[in-house]
Nanobody
Framework: VQLQASGGGLVQPGGSLRLSCAAS????????MGWFRQAPGKQREAVAT???????NYADSVKGRFTISRDIARNTVYLQMNSLKPEDTAVYYC???????????????WGKGTLVTVSS
């Protein structure tokens, strides 16, 4: 299973970016998907998650600014980031709990990360 993230880049404070992450490979089902981030010198933290049923959860620091969504048919998760702040600068990683067969429990997979830089 591979997760390919895209959409990072340089944006000014107050701007927007949309991250995408597509899962491919031996996939029977995907449970939760999510986005995490790691800023320089800091630990990786959860940004937003979404279950297969569509329930979402957000870090307090991004509530009201970021929106997570997913396209189940395309095995893809998105993160719409609005009103970006310099403190949002980080490498963003996508995560997915993937079962490769009906008889196998889900396993967590990670994408390689995409850099988001918020700076004027």
């Amino acid at each position: 299973v591979q997760l390919q993230a895209s959409g990072g880049g340089l944006v000014q404070p107050g701007g927007s970016l949309r991250l995408s992450c597509a899962a491919s490979g031996s996939i029977f089902s995907i449970n939760a998907m999510g986005w995490f981030r790691q800023a320089p010198g800091k630990q990786r933290e959860a940004v937003a998650t979404i279950t297969s049923g569509g329930s979402t959860n957000y870090a307090d620091s991004v509530k009201g600014r970021f929106t997570i969504s997913r396209d189940i048919a395309r095995n893809t998760v998105y993160l719409q980031m609005n009103s970006l702040k310099p403190e949002d600068t980080a490498v963003y990683y996508c995560n997915a709990d993937v079962a490769s067969a009906f008889y196998r429990p889900p396993v967590a997979y990670w994408g390689k990360g995409t850099l988001v830089t918020v700076s004027s």
